[in-house]
Nanobody
């Protein structure tokens, strides 16, 4: 299994930037689909972005395309989410997740396909 720890959340004004990190530890897998999700109070958890660790293919929710960038550092076993031009509607708890035996990418934003989850990091955007 894999343990995930998120960091980098905080409070930022609209238009600003944040970079979230997700550090993985535990067993090593040749290719993992790493996802970032978020959940605001009273709302369902939604996929924000995902990346295959082996070859770097990325996927984004329409709401964050052009503003957020997901990257990975395989040597550090860390995935990042660079958040630029943030908006108040980006306010949520952000979670990192790992699909250890990924198949197709069409369901990258579906939470139940992921095997391991971090504890989350809060992002608050003020207007």
């Amino acid at each position: 299994q894999v343990q995930l720890v998120e960091s980098g959340g905080g409070s930022v004004q609209a238009g600003g930037s944040l970079r979230l990190s997700c550090a993985a530890s535990g067993s090593t897998y040749s290719n993992v689909l790493m996802g970032w999700f978020r959940q605001a109070p009273g709302k369902e958890r939604e996929g924000v972005a995902a990346i295959y660790t082996a070859f770097g293919a990325t996927y984004y929710a329409d709401s964050v395309k052009g503003r957020f960038t997901i990257t990975r550092d395989t040597g550090k076993k860390t995935v990042y989410l660079q958040m630029n031009s943030v908006k108040p509607e980006d306010t949520a708890m952000y979670y990192c997740a790992a699909d250890l035996y990924p198949a197709g990418a069409s369901t990258w934003s579906v939470p139940r396909r992921y095997d391991s989850w971090g504890q989350g990091t809060q992002v608050t955007v003020s207007s």
